[in-house]
């Protein structure tokens, strides 16, 4: 499985790289809004950090200014993926893209006949949003797991990108449900390393090792 850090902030994105656990970034207009920065600026700074995909979302709704401003978002990087929402503009502006050849990232999915008509529409990437799912009482795992199927009957090369991720559990459970990739928050990222006993157990090794009085070094 991929991750993505959900993200414009930069110090984060260098945090991470740093670890070596980002494999791409996403950003919307509201982490846009709210890293503070230009958005074509930040884009570009995140494209020359970062070799893997960089989704940069649209702002307009038609179709002809979907074409016009991802044309101007891929111009920027090599890597730039132009993430358009799941509506019958941003479907035909994913045909659009993918017969040129740019990457897309198909957002805002909520049900399995979306991720259909993206894979269709010949998205690279589509994004169901587990989080904002669970948050109205609705499965959000189980879209993941119908998409998975749907793909999977039909063998489309649409990549599943986990979005909206809210916990570590979420990663465990997309992972388990083949999703290929979580984009996720700094914060959640490195959640996944954590656990209690991890601490303790380092905290006893150290102490016994101190206490041979030997070095490695
Ligand atoms: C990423 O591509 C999505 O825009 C993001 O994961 C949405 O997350 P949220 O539902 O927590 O805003």
Not at 57 to 68: F, L, R, T
Request: glycine content about 6%; charged content about 20%; some cysteine.
């Amino acid at each position: 499985m991929q991750f993505f850090a959900d993200t414009a902030v930069l110090t984060e994105i260098d945090q991470l790289n740093k670890i070596g656990l980002v494999d791409g970034v996403t950003t919307n207009p509201t982490l846009i809004a709210k890293s503070g920065a230009d958005f074509k600026e930040v884009i570009k700074d995140i494209c020359s950090m970062i070799r893997g995909p960089v989704s940069a979302e649209v702002a307009s709704p038609a179709y002809e200014g979907m074409v016009a401003e991802g044309e101007v978002l891929a111009a920027l990087a090599h890597n730039v993926v132009v993430k358009l929402p799941i509506t019958v503009d941003g479907l035909r502006a994913c045909r659009y893209f993918a017969d040129k050849g740019i990457k897309t990232n198909l957002t805002l999915c909520f049900t399995a006949n979306q991720a259909l008509l993206a894979a269709k529409a010949g998205a690279t990437y589509v994004s169901p949003f587990i989080g904002r799912l669970d948050d109205i009482n609705l499965d959000g795992m189980e879209l993941i797991r119908n998409i998975r199927t749907i793909f999977d009957n039909y063998s489309f090369d649409t990549r599943i990108l986990a979005a909206s991720v809210r916990s570590a559990n979420h990663v465990t459970e997309a992972a388990l449900a083949g999703a290929d990739v979580a984009t996720m928050p700094t914060s959640v990222i490195l959640k996944l390393a954590e656990h209690p006993l991890t601490d303790k157990g380092l905290a006893t090794f150290l102490a016994d090792w101190k206490a041979t009085g030997q070095s490695i070094l």
